[in-house]
């Protein structure tokens, strides 16, 4: 096996989760007090997640947690954008038209996102749901095909996606990553969990 199936980042986001899970478990342990009042901890569970991505720099990607899902938000390059269209030849899904997660009305364009430069997408795998891996740089690397792009690399069975998330053709993985309801609050804050102004 390569070194790709010992991911840092997977492991990482494994072990995150692990805490969470323990710590609802703790919480399940006190039935009689949650019921009289769902506990900040599990409103914050599943609420909506603002973020400032005002410092993010073309290039940068950032990761928050919604849900118990890593959320990728990624600011491209115009490279990275341009790779997009030379791409859909060689995607399986590349208007996002499957619906097994339907991507947003608002996200189903090319870049599959709001601003065009912004990608926000969930960070797991459409096939059993490792968390793919950065490989932002293009050109031949291993595990990869020498004319590749750019995107992200599912190391547990070599799913590949583009800069937007799109799966390539003939992979594990049916879909391409899930993009999440969200919405801009302002140029530089968005909502994650919630694509309505309240
Ligand atoms: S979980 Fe991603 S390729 Fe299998």
New binding site residues.
Partial sequence: MSDATVDPSRRTWLALTAGVGAVGGVATAVPFVASFAPSERAKAAGAPVRVDISTLQPGEKLTVEWRGKPVWIMRRTPEQLASLEKVEGDLADPNSDRTQYPTPDYAKNRHRSIKEEVLVAVGI?S????S?IDKFQPGAQPSLPDNWPGGFL?P????TFDFAGRVFSNK??PDNLEVPPHIYLSDTELLIGEDKQA
């Fill in positions: 795998c096939h059993l749901g490792c793919p599912c547990c069975h070599g799913s594990p993985a």
